[in-house]
């Protein structure tokens, strides 16, 4: 397909992003975790410890509330509350030289454990910032003492046994993996670094839990047309142009184990009332093995269905996801296999998973067949104080942009009928970012972008006859406008009556098609070449376990990817707004 001189230009961009990722490891010895240990309220950023270099994400989280005094706790059996700060005991500590992070062994137990001597995390508060261990809250409306809320609680709380197996609860480890903004593709390291950093005690099993909900109202300039990203088209009736509806957008459940030093388990079953026409409302989402300890190695393994390690596509503000992820996440339907490397702030990997259709963008040849692959390339500078620079590109072989066959669900590609003029051929995307992280404020960039046009936004009738205005006279198409996508978003994070509130702003403009305009369902005229969406949003922290926020989005474009040709219109209008809530535990 022909090329304009244009995307020879995003090429050599692309390529210089790539070259400087792979360079800078010889530049900096340093760096603050690829994303997975950034939660906001928590203080961002790695920390030095008598000169020894803590692995990133090593660090645990710290949190710059002020301390309470309360009363003592009362450990129970053998597992410590992560709602109690650990009290150093009184006799002497042993440096583990196996261990890369900033950690002592105790040599014998004050707690009363039995079994393994337990992992005692040194923690090391950032400069002027009087810092605790984000389970240490104190609220004056709930104390969280020794009795504990309505007594059993408690003990839940600490721990207990089921045939010889710990189980817990991690609000901390909860956040980052049950996260559907923030960390999107950075769990297989949020395993990893939690397990190095103590927040995931050996040999145990975690269950944890998330949701996201609350009401969306949206006013849109063309009856039926809601172009918001959090829902599908079918928002509301086509007669509508205004319209709320409360809505449960995720709802999950996950089981993490840690159960030798070498093997991490997690499994995640989610609940959406936002699933294409076919798909279960239910449906198990993650189930994957990781292989491999930070403390010991920078290799690691992970095999499973997971979200494939393509793009960053975080989103700052509080619920409706970016456009580059509406786009481009790629989450598995099979097994993935994913070897990676990670070290001083530089991370490699590469994955290849079965080239049939996957949940989201993933999508090669036939099915059961392995050919399809992605790799990933970042690296992270730390300035000290919190602050820190990353920069990183990605690669995903081929994409569910490759035709102009647009039924994007399993049942619909094989019930339904192709175009009679199929037009068919791989296509490739590419991503990079970079991105300033700071305790007060973040920014971030991100371009992604397919490496040939999608075939179904040629301008073409429904038998995918190409129009012949974009056919030269060798017969080639000249249509040469990929799909590509631009997030900007910027977070401001003040503190506020002791807890840390998120003020963000993200900028979405996507492209698809170009001046083009067609004719669609009832002889209206479409429109597809572009649209954007923008957000205002505030997110308010009430405790460890819940967030409240409001959002305001304005799109401008209303394209579903499902046959954008019939019902497209680059000029629609409309104003959203979204008060929900987020929970863990």
């Not at 020879?8 to 992003?17: D, E, I, N, W």
């Not at 009362?74 to 509350?81: D, I």
């Not at 809320?149 to 609860?169: C, E, I």
Request: with cysteine; net charge neutral.
């Amino acid at each position: 397909m022909a090329v304009l001189s244009s995307r020879s230009s995003k090429f050599a961009l692309l390529a210089s992003v790539a070259a400087l990722c792979a360079s800078t490891p010889i530049l900096a010895s340093n760096g603050i975790g690829l994303r997975g240990g950034q939660i906001v309220p928590q203080h961002y950023g790695m920390q030095y410890a008598a000169n020894a270099y803590m692995a990133p994400q090593a660090q645990p989280y710290m949190q710059s509330y002020q301390p309470q005094p309360r009363p003592q706790p009362q450990y129970l059996g053998q597992v410590v509350s992560e709602s109690y700060q650990i009290q150093a005991p009184q006799q002497p500590y042993t440096q583990n030289q196996n261990m890369s992070s900033s950690y002592v062994r105790a040599s014998a137990s004050p707690y009363g454990y039995a079994g393994p001597q337990a992992q005692i995390p040194q923690y090391v508060p950032s400069q002027h910032i009087q810092a605790i261990p984000v389970g240490n809250y104190q609220y004056a409306s709930y104390n969280a003492g020794p009795s504990g809320l309505r007594g059993a609680s408690q003990a839940f709380r600490n721990g207990f046994d089921v045939g010889g197996v710990t189980v817990r609860t991690s609000v901390r480890h909860s956040e980052r993996m049950l996260n559907w903004q923030d960390n999107t593709t950075g769990k297989v390291l949020t395993l990893l670094t939690n397990r190095a950093n103590g927040t995931l005690a050996p040999n145990s099993l975690y269950i944890g839990a998330g949701f996201k909900g609350g009401l969306m109202w949206q006013k849109t300039s063309v009856a039926g047309q809601f172009p918001l990203l959090s829902r599908f088209p079918d928002f509301s009736n086509r007669t509508d142009d205004q319209t709320g509806v409360f809505a449960i957008n995720n709802a999950a459940l996950a089981f993490t184990g840690t159960f030798g030093d070498w093997t991490t388990l997690y499994m995640q079953t989610e609940y959406s009332e936002t699933e294409f026409v076919g798909q279960s409302e239910m449906q198990l989402r993650k189930a994957f093995v990781v292989f491999g300890n930070l403390e010991k190695t920078p290799f690691y393994a992970a095999f499973g269905r997971k979200t494939i390690d393509f793009g960053n596509f975080d989103g700052y503000n509080a619920f409706t996801q970016t456009e580059a992820q509406h786009y481009f996440h790629a989450v598995s339907d099979q097994p993935v296999f994913e070897v990676g490397y990670y070290n001083h702030g530089f991370k490699l990997s590469a994955s290849a998973f079965s080239a049939g259709r996957h949940l989201r963008v993933a999508y090669a040849g036939e099915e059961n067949n392995i050919g399809n692959y992605s790799a990933s390339i970042a690296k992270e500078f730390n300035f000290g104080n919190g602050r820190a620079f990353t920069l990183g590109t990605s690669y995903l072989h081929d994409t569910s942009y490759r035709n102009n066959y647009t039924a994007h669900t399993f049942s619909l590609i094989q019930s339904g009928t192709p175009p009679a003029n199929f037009i068919e051929y791989r296509n490739s995307a590419v991503d990079a970012f970079v991105e300033y992280n700071s305790p007060l404020f973040d920014l971030m960039f991100e371009y992604t972008t397919t490496l040939e046009p999608w075939a179904a936004a040629i301008p073409q009738d429904a038998n995918g006859v190409v129009d012949p205005a974009y056919i030269d006279a060798n017969g080639e198409i000249t249509f040469d406008q990929n799909l590509e996508v631009f997030v900007a978003q910027a977070r401001f994070k003040p503190m506020i009556n002791g807890r840390r509130v998120s003020f963000a702003a993200v900028g979405n403009w996507g492209n698809i098609g170009d001046d083009f305009v067609g004719v669609g369902i009832g002889g209206q005229p479409t429109s597809w070449k572009k649209n954007q969406q923008h957000a205002l949003s505030v997110e308010y922290p009430v405790s460890p376990y819940f967030d409240i926020g409001i959002e305001y989005m304005y799109n401008k474009g209303f394209i579903p990817f499902v046959a954008p040709q019939l019902v497209s219109s680059n000029d629609t209008v409309a104003h959203a707004i979204n008060i929900g809530i987020k929970a863990r535990f």
